[in-house]
T-cell receptor
Framework: QKEVEQNSGPLSVPEGAIASLNCTYS??????FFWYRQYSGKSPELIMF????GDKEDGRFTAQLNKASQYVSLLIRDSQPSDSATYLC????????????FGTGTRLQVTL | DADVTQTPRNRITKTGKRIMLECSQT?????MYWYRQDPGLGLRLIYY???????NKGEISDGYSVSRQAQAKFSLSLESAIPNQTALYFC??????????????FGPGTRLTVT
C-alpha cells in the first residue's frame, strides 16, 4: 500500500510567521509532488509542484523535496489569515505519472 | 466560465435510488478523474479515464460506475445509493503540460447526501 502521511493539525501560527507543513511518502521511486490548498467546503487548488531535490520558490511559498528521506515540505512565509486552510500533499508514485495519491491534509490556522 | 464544472452541486437522495453526477471541462485535457472526500480520510480515487476508450478503477470503485461520453464529459453513477456514499465528490482533469508533469485541476464539487 503506497501511502502519503501528513499531520492533521491544526497547526497554529501567528500572522507574519513562517508556517511549515510536512509530508512523508512510502515509495522511494515517487516522481512528482504537489501541494494543494483547500478551504472548507471548496475544491482543492494547486499551489505548487516539485520533482527535483531541493527547494522551489513561488512568492511566499517554498516547496522542499528530499527524496533520500522521502519527505516533502511546504513553507509559507509571512503567513496571513487568508492562508488558513487545509493543505493537501499529493504524490505520483512510480509508474503512475498522472495518478495522485493524497494525504489527509494538515489544517493551518493563522492567528491575529 | 469555470474550466471544470460539476452538476448538481448539491443533492439529497434516498437509499436505493440511482443517481448520476456529471462533470464537464473546457481545458481540453484527455485525463479525467472522480474522487470522493470524507472527513479524516482525504481524497480517494474512484475511477479515472485517460481517454474516451480507456477507463480504469481507482481504489474505491465498488458501488460506482462511470461513463466517458466525450473527451470533455465524464459521469459518475451510483446504481443504488447507500448512506455511506454520503460524501463530497470531486471531478478533476489533467494533461502533460509545459511544467513537465501532470497537474490536476478540480471542479467545484458535488455534496451528496444519501438518507
Amino acid at each position: 500500500q503506497k501511502e502519503v502521511e501528513q499531520n492533521s493539525g491544526p497547526l497554529s501560527v501567528p500572522e507574519g510567521a513562517i508556517a511549515s507543513l510536512n509530508c512523508t511518502y512510502s515509495d522511494r521511486g515517487s516522481q512528482s509532488f504537489f501541494w494543494y490548498r483547500q478551504y472548507s467546503g471548496k475544491s482543492p487548488e494547486l499551489i505548487m509542484f516539485i520533482y527535483s531535490n531541493g527547494d522551489k520558490e513561488d512568492g511566499r511559498f517554498t516547496a522542499q523535496l528530499n527524496k533520500a528521506s522521502q519527505y516533502v515540505s511546504l513553507l509559507i512565509r509571512d503567513s496571513q489569515p487568508s492562508d488558513s486552510a487545509t493543505y493537501l500533499c499529493a504524490v505520483s508514485f512510480t509508474g503512475t505519472a498522472s495518478k495522485l495519491t493524497f494525504g489527509t491534509g494538515t489544517r493551518l490556522q493563522v492567528t491575529l | 466560465d469555470a474550466d471544470v464544472t460539476q452538476t448538481p452541486r448539491n443533492r439529497i437522495t434516498k437509499t436505493g435510488k440511482r443517481i448520476m453526477l456529471e462533470c464537464s471541462q473546457t481545458k481540453g485535457h484527455d485525463r479525467m478523474y472522480w474522487y470522493r472526500q470524507d472527513p479524516g480520510l482525504g481524497l480517494r480515487l474512484i475511477y479515472y479515464s485517460f481517454d474516451v476508450k480507456d477507463i480504469n478503477k481507482g481504489e474505491i470503485s465498488d458501488g460506482y460506475s462511470v461513463s466517458r461520453q466525450a473527451q470533455a464529459k465524464f459521469s459518475l453513477s451510483l446504481e443504488s445509493a447507500i448512506p455511506n456514499q454520503t460524501a463530497l465528490y470531486f471531478c478533476a482533469t489533467s494533461d502533460f503540460g509545459t511544467s513537465g508533469t501532470y497537474e490536476q485541476y478540480f471542479g467545484p464539487g458535488t455534496r451528496l447526501t444519501v438518507t
